[in-house]
């Protein structure tokens, strides 16, 4: 019963090409999170940047002639 149960489950350890796999997939999880991360932080950047300009603008159109 034993070896059936253990037949029946997925195991890195018996299948190399699995582990290869697993591991490629999760250095390119890790990749895209990275990425996600980068992109949120530029974006931040460029709307912190884009309010200002526009607070900028708005003050500069509000001051009489």
Known sequence: M???????????????RLALENARLRNRVAELESLVLRLSEENDKLMSARAAEILTGDAAEMQPA
Do not use: T
């Not at 034993?2 to 190399?16: C, F, M, Q, T, Y």
């Open 2 to 16: 034993a070896k059936a149960l253990i037949g029946h489950l997925n195991s890195d350890l018996r299948d190399p």
